[in-house]
């Protein structure tokens, strides 16, 4: 009788591990149905590899030097293009004199960006959607601006979104008209201009170029002639020069100039003087500068200098004198996808795809691969059973196969 109790109760078992199993592998195949799948779409891209630094700027500056006294009042901005003998700063007996010429100018930008925006008041003609893009792409580029430190930048770019701001007032009907604020500032303009008094004298270029109201020090350490000798323990135990009082800028001419940039021995060993090749940097004006490499120069330790001579100078660049920079290695372009999405079947490498209702196995070509997604060569019009521009892409999914129903 105890015989029996046992193996009744060992039959029990069994069958309990049984529905045990069973209720898994239902589980299991209910999952792999009913579980939503992810999708990403194939979107054209273009990436880029390279060697991340700071560079140097070292350019053609000439000092400009003045003996006048009183307040200046600088009628060129930090960047702008003068002419040679261009007047640069005039010169004001007090301070008043020369805030009231700053006054005067900051109140003529508000006039010419009103005037303007009131040109454009046909609100029947407005995109709200294209405006709102171009005002949040004005407030993340005067964000970039401030937090790189190009404070060139900054200015412009604020009276950029500002006008954008009072365009979408009157789009959305807050403003109808910017007449009479216009008639008001244009009063105010008029007043001031008379009682501003008069500049006692001028201080002018003494050559063409462009205009950088400050002095670091380095015009004279840092220059065309030196550069091409310059190491990485040289660049490094530069000091500044003391720079005069008498001091009031300097001109940065638009010829050839360069940029000197640190880098690990074993990198600099896939260049040679003379190659060609693209610097990206963060200014909004500069973010791309050809390049060719005009010297490699070895270090005592484990760093090289490269020296790349460039030939576009610009009013960003004129002002400053280092900025963090990529030295470009390679270039890729194609239709990116998630790393995800990749798998390999049958000795094939590609991807999933949602064709009408089924899963389908497209072979792709990979290019690159970097930061989570991987590029794919795009495949000319008209060929079969290849990932095309916005194919819905499946990078998440369980027991996939070529003809499964999804949908």
Known sequence: MKDKKTRLSGSRIVTLLLVAVFLVYFIHQMMSVFMPLTTGTAVYYESFDGINTTGTIIRNETLLNSEETGVKYFVVGDGEKVSKDGIIADIYETQAGAQQ???????KKQIDSIAEVQAYNNTSAVDLDLLNGKIDEALLLLSASCRNGVFSESEPLSQELLKLLNRKKI???EESDFSSVLASLNAKYESLKVSA??????IRSTLSGYFVSTADGYETLLTSQNVLTLTPEKLNELEPAEVS????GKIVSDYTWYVACVVPLEKSASFKVGDTVKLKTTLRSAGEISATVSAINLGEKSDA??????QNMNGDLATVRTLP??????EYEGLRVSNRAVRFVDGKTGVYVISGMQAKFVEIEIIHTAGGYTLCKQNEEGKRNVLRLYDEVIEKGRNLYDGKIIR
């Open 245 to 248: 009082e008498k001091t009031v």
């Open 197 to 202: 008094p008069k500049a006692k004298s001028s």
């Open 325 to 330: 920079l990529t030295i470009v290695t390679g």
């Open 101 to 107: 010429q700053t006054d005067l100018g900051n109140l």
């Open 171 to 173: 789009a959305t009907g």
């Open 305 to 310: 200098l490269m020296v790349f001579s460039c």
